[in-house]
């Protein structure tokens, strides 16, 4: 089966670019997660859905960023316009619709703003 | 907000030894889980406790769930190289069905 699909698995554009994240969570899972991982502040929780509903925003770092799940089988996560500081790992991961359920990680995006 | 600690940050062992990393938090959680993290991938669950005293082992994997629910430990035995990785704690607070606290993680290299 497959597991959580994340695209690109590397991204690297100029500061003030907008930058898309992409997701597709496990088939039959109800929630869907995007984290952050930096050296400096290690994985952080950035937004939670729920049955494609945006249930948790508040580790959104600011306005630049925004994300969206238009079906249960897609997420987008973008940062407009990006920084130097964006620079780190996003992960998605998805878990069945109890969220205390284990969550599945994706392989991530390596994401770097010159 | 809650914090976690995790020690050691990495360490340096040969094949066959025995590793011990723990996790020390400054509020209580409900829920300690350890992952583990190769590289350019994701975290992936080894074990959950969901109890206070629980001791639970996967294979040479064992972790504990501390009983004053501030702490948890993960004890590798046998150490192997493909034992290499970032290992990471998380813990879940009451109330908070679906938000994890990570660990900044223990970087383990094996020396075969």
């Known amino acids: 089966d497959a597991g959580v699909i994340q695209s690109p698995r590397h991204e690297v554009t100029e500061m003030g670019q907008e930058v898309t994240l992409r997701c597709k969570p496990i088939?039959?899972?109800?929630?869907l997660f995007w984290y952050r991982q930096t050296m400096m502040r290690g994985l952080e929780l950035l937004i939670y859905?729920?049955?494609?509903?945006?249930?948790?925003d508040s580790g959104m770092p600011e306005d630049r960023f925004s994300a969206k799940m238009p079906n249960a089988s897609f997420s987008t996560l973008k940062i407009q316009p990006s920084e130097p500081r964006d620079s780190a790992v996003y992960f998605c991961?998805?878990?069945?619709?109890?969220?205390?359920?284990?969550?599945?990680f994706g392989p991530g995006t390596r994401l770097t703003v010159l | 907000g809650q914090q976690l600690n995790q020690s050691p940050q990495s360490m340096f062992i040969q094949e066959g030894e025995d590793v011990s990393m723990n996790c020390t938090s400054s509020s209580i959680f409900n829920t300690w889980l350890w992952y583990k993290q190769d590289p350019g991938e994701g975290p992936v669950l080894l074990i959950a406790?969901?109890?206070?005293?629980e001791l639970t082992s996967n294979g040479r994997l064992t972790a504990q769930f501390g009983i004053t629910r501030k702490d948890s430990f993960l004890n590798i035995s046998a150490s192997i190289p493909s034992d290499v990785g970032i290992y990471f704690c998380?813990?879940?607070?009451?109330?908070?069905?679906?938000?994890?606290?990570f660990g900044k993680g223990t970087l383990l290299t094996v020396n075969p």
């Open positions: 406790l969901y109890k206070a005293g």
């Open positions: 991961a998805s878990s069945l619709s109890d969220p205390e359920e284990e969550q599945f």
């Open positions: 859905f729920n049955n494609n509903v945006p249930i948790d």
């Open positions: 088939s039959g899972h109800n929630s």
């Open positions: 998380a813990g879940r607070a009451r109330g908070s069905n679906y938000k994890l606290t």
